[in-house]
């Protein structure tokens, strides 16, 4: 499969009586993929899997997968876990249990911290066992594990990893190497939603964005101009759009995101579930204004 472009990792809203508000996630899903957005993360970290019971995550993948289909989005879903053999029964059944699942999005052991020889066993192990390709999550002030720039050339070459969601918290040395010397058909996805620029610039294939609930045809839009080399335009509208990402994060992910997605009437209230709060005012305000403010 081919990666690239604009991914969003849709927010879980729920309604006001807590369950998960699944016509506002169908319009939500409309919503991004008319924007231009080429496919969709159901159950990543932005939608609160931890919280869902697993009668709300087939019922969340069933939507996104619905929609993806009908508009032709790829469809991304969130699976896996620190323990392998779990992880891999996981992901061996996952293209029957989503017939529409182009790749599914795998983090570094989380916690376990098992050290990159270990790491690079998971994957191998998950990749031989996956019934469709990974995208590896690399975030490790998450999951407390670190991987060199050479550990993830090794987990590019993995027969069935398709790209790597990288969100390091910085567009770093390790970044540099990997986007020089990644193997072909591997694609590095920026998965810090303010470096999506630089990393663009770089020669990133796209990103996988929770602020690109925000402004979608914008994120898609800077995308273009990096592509066809419109470097003023494409520094003007990443150093808007790394703003925004900004105030996206002010708070603990995705309750921000939450916050302007509900005062633009696209969900029916701002809640996340413990233990996360929802945003301030001050915050889901800021955020707010400065995504209408790309519309000018």
């Known amino acids: 499969m081919e990666l690239k472009g604009i991914y969003v990792p849709l927010v879980t809203p729920f309604a006001a009586d807590g369950s998960v508000a699944l016509d506002a996630l169908d319009k939500l899903a409309r919503s991004v993929l008319a924007g231009g957005a080429a496919g969709l993360v159901a159950l990543g970290t932005t939608g609160e899997p931890a919280t869902l019971d697993a009668a709300e995550k087939a019922a969340v993948v069933e939507v996104c997968a619905a929609v993806c289909a009908e508009l032709g989005g790829q469809l991304v879903v969130g699976a896996g876990g620190p323990d392998t053999r779990a992880a891999a029964e996981e992901l061996a059944g996952l293209r029957e249990r989503?017939?529409?699942?182009?790749a599914a999005l795998v983090t570094a052991p989380s916690f376990v911290r098992p050290g990159e020889a270990g790491t690079l066993a998971h994957f191998r192990a998950l990749a031989g066992a996956s019934s469709v390709?990974?995208?590896?999550?690399?975030?490790?002030?998450?999951?407390?594990?670190?991987?060199?720039?050479?550990?993830?050339?090794?987990?590019?070459?993995?027969?069935?990893?398709?790209?790597?969601?990288?969100?390091?918290?910085?567009?770093?040395?390790?970044?540099?190497?990997?986007?020089?010397?990644?193997?072909?058909?591997?694609?590095?996805?920026?998965?810090?939603?303010?470096?999506?620029?630089?990393?663009?610039?770089?020669?990133?294939?796209?990103?996988?964005?929770?602020?690109?609930?925000?402004?979608?045809?914008?994120?898609?839009?800077?995308?273009?101009?990096?592509?066809?080399?419109?470097?003023?335009?494409?520094?003007?509208?990443?150093?808007?759009?790394?703003?925004?990402?900004?105030?996206?994060?002010?708070?603990?992910?995705?309750?921000?995101?939450?916050?302007?997605?509900?005062?633009?009437?696209?969900?029916?209230?701002?809640?996340?579930?413990?233990?996360?709060?929802?945003?301030?005012?001050?915050?889901?305000?800021?955020?707010?204004?400065?995504?209408?403010?790309?519309?000018?």
């Open 98 to 102: 989503v017939p529409g699942a182009a």
């Open 133 to 296: 390709p990974l995208i590896v999550y690399h975030i490790p002030y998450r999951t407390g594990q670190a991987l060199s720039a050479a550990a993830l050339g090794e987990l590019a070459a993995l027969p069935g990893v398709v790209g790597v969601k990288y969100a390091t918290g910085a567009v770093d040395q390790d970044a540099v190497e990997l986007l020089a010397a990644g193997p072909a058909g591997f694609a590095v996805l920026a998965g810090e939603d303010a470096f999506l620029a630089p990393m663009l610039a770089l020669g990133a294939a796209g990103g996988i964005l929770a602020s690109a609930h925000l402004a979608t045809a914008r994120f898609v839009e800077l995308a273009a101009a990096w592509e066809r080399g419109d470097v003023p335009q494409a520094r003007a509208l990443g150093h808007r759009l790394a703003a925004l990402s900004a105030a996206a994060f002010a708070a603990p992910n995705p309750s921000v995101v939450k916050g302007v997605l509900h005062a633009q009437g696209l969900i029916p209230t701002p809640a996340v579930r413990l233990p996360l709060l929802p945003a301030g005012p001050a915050e889901t305000a800021r955020a707010l204004e400065l995504a209408t403010g790309l519309d000018h």
